[in-house]
């Protein structure tokens, strides 16, 4: 016969059986919003970590910008004998042209760099750089390219470097009367200004030369080493050639260069036939050099006067490329670049500390390991 214990405990599991169903229901459906909470607070704390991390980007950012800036302005330090005196200057006009010209604060600085490393003086630098930034803005080309070609010109023909803007100028007249273009130009002019200028070849006749060859359909470092070939024949003469020369009352010397002028004797020698002007100038690229302008006097003249009215020649087409939404954009690039790197320099101080720290940190932690390998 059963016990009243077994009685009462039989009732008991009766009832845990039947209520079983609805205990379970209810500890799932607490499970279900314990899960919905969690869930609430993990996208909560996820959304607060990514809005913090957002907050916190440009701030990261800014360091990274001003870091490579700082590093770029460190090589432009390398050229100065006195650092101090022009950085701070040499800092803010970096700035100000890289939003002014749309231009990275690295092709300029890199473009100051060979500035000053072309024996410009300091304090002129800035007018020179924007000046190449200017003509590279106008000519498609970079402020880099631009800067070696008006440094060139100025060292060649010993001028100084307010002259800059000017053979900017010089530059865009060739572009405008011959068939050729600022990036190919630039590149190479070094290649012909310093032997022009020493066989007594103005500017202005020089470029004159280069347009006249290049809108015959020479190609512009051909043309340009056609003109090489002409100079040297000033400069060292055939035998034949300057007996032909004398005959014809002139010197084929530097001295009827810079008297003369390339244009004058071209005018001596226009109406010669082929094979006299092949005895003044043997070289077959000379006489690449010389037959298209006695072909064209008319062409040439016009051209040498293009030179010498040459004023404006950049603005006008400066004014042309940067009046576009392309520019427009790559000033506001520039803009926010520029607003990260004053971030950046504001957070520099205390995170180079920070980072020295964890610096020593790394170090003490690794001679720990070290020491203690067992």
């Known amino acids: 016969m059963p016990s009243s214990a077994d009685i009462r405990a039989g009732a008991a599991y009766v009832e845990l059986s039947v209520n079983n169903s609805a205990l379970v229901r209810g500890l799932k459906a607490a499970q279900k919003r314990l899960k919905g909470f969690a869930s609430s607070v993990s996208d909560v704390g996820k959304r ?16 990274k910008v001003y870091a490579d800036f700082e590093q770029q302005m460190a090589n432009v330090s390398t050229m100065l004998a006195e650092p ?4 701070p200057g040499f800092r803010e006009g970096i700035r ?25 003086p300091a304090e002129q630098a800035l007018a020179v750089l924007a000046a190449s930034a200017r003509a590279a803005k106008a000519g498609l080309t970079d402020t880099g390219t631009a800067a070696d070609a008006i440094t060139t010109m100025l060292n060649a023909y010993g001028l100084g470097a307010e002259r800059a803007a000017d053979v900017s100028d010089w530059l865009f007249s060739i ?34 030369s280069i347009a006249t060859l290049t809108r015959s359909g020479i ?12 100079m040297s024949t000033f400069l060292k003469p055939s035998a034949e050639g300057a007996e032909l020369a004398r ?15 390339l244009i004058g004797v071209f005018k001596r020698i226009s109406q010669l036939p082929p094979d006299a002007i092949a005895t003044l100038f043997p070289n077959i690229r000379a006489m690449k050099g010389v037959l298209p302008a006695l072909r064209n006097m008319q062409g040439f003249a ?5 030179m010498g009215n040459r004023a404006g020649a950049t603005g006008e087409a400066y004014g042309k490329m940067t009046n576009t939404l392309a520019h427009s954009f790559a000033q506001l690039k520039q803009a926010a670049l520029v607003v990260l790197s ?11 500390k920070a980072a020295k720290a964890l610096t020593r940190f790394g170090k003490m932690l690794r001679e720990l390991i070290q020491n203690n390998k067992g």
Request: aromatic share 4%; no cysteine; net charge negative.
């Open 302 to 306: 016009e051209d040498v006067a293009a």
């Open 342 to 352: 004053v971030m950046g320099e504001a957070l520099a101080e205390p995170v180079g």
């Open 96 to 120: 100000d042209m890289s939003i002014e010209f749309g231009e990275s604060t690295e092709t300029l600085a890199k473009g100051l760099y060979d500035i000053l490393s072309a024996s410009v």
């Open 175 to 208: 572009v405008k009367r011959g068939k050729t273009t600022f990036g190919e130009l630039a590149p190479n002019i070094g290649k012909v200004a310093t032997i022009a200028a020493s066989a007594g070849v103005g500017m202005d006749e020089l470029g004159a």
């Open 247 to 261: 005959q014809l009352g002139f010197s084929l010397d530097v001295a009827t260069l810079e008297g003369e002028g």
């Open 219 to 230: 190609q512009t470092e051909e043309a340009i080493t056609a003109i090489n070939a002409v």
């Open 84 to 87: 101090e005196k022009h950085m």
């Open 48 to 63: 607060m970590v990514m809005l913090s991390g957002m907050m916190a980007m440009p701030f990261v950012g800014g360091v």
